[in-house]
């Protein structure tokens, strides 16, 4: 079974920074032609969109989060990074991987980011 798992999620001040990485395992034959994104689920909200990526390394980011994050992957190593600057205390929220046009993948636990001031 294909599974993603986040990790790199912990507490960080107000303007700091961290990394988050999310690991791909299983039988991914296509994870190079896939777009992979981040996501993330502020406590009592609903799950957005973060940050997108496509196979030729295209970035797409939602307003909110554009200027301070970077996402980018690896392929040899089916990892997908979201580097995260600057952080406010509006980013603190469960962040998820996954594949958005491609159902290959089921939501993982995610990993718990907390701004805090």
């Known amino acids: 079974q294909a599974q993603l798992v986040e990790s790199g999620g912990g507490l960080v001040q107000a303007g700091g920074s961290l990394r988050l990485s999310c690991a791909a395992s299983?039988?991914?034959?296509?994870?190079?032609?896939?777009?992979m994104a981040w996501y993330r689920q502020p406590p009592g909200n609903q799950r957005e969109l973060v940050a997108a990526?496509?196979?030729?390394?295209?970035?797409n980011y939602a307003d909110s989060v554009n200027g301070r994050f970077i996402i980018s992957r690896d392929n040899a190593k089916n990892m997908v990074y979201l580097q995260m600057n600057s952080l406010k205390l509006e980013d603190t929220a469960v962040y998820y991987c996954n594949a958005p046009y491609t159902v290959a993948f089921p939501w993982g636990q995610g990993t718990q980011v907390t701004v805090s001031s």
């Open positions: 299983g039988s991914i034959p296509r994870f190079k032609s896939m777009t």
């Open positions: 990526i496509t196979s030729g390394g295209t970035t």
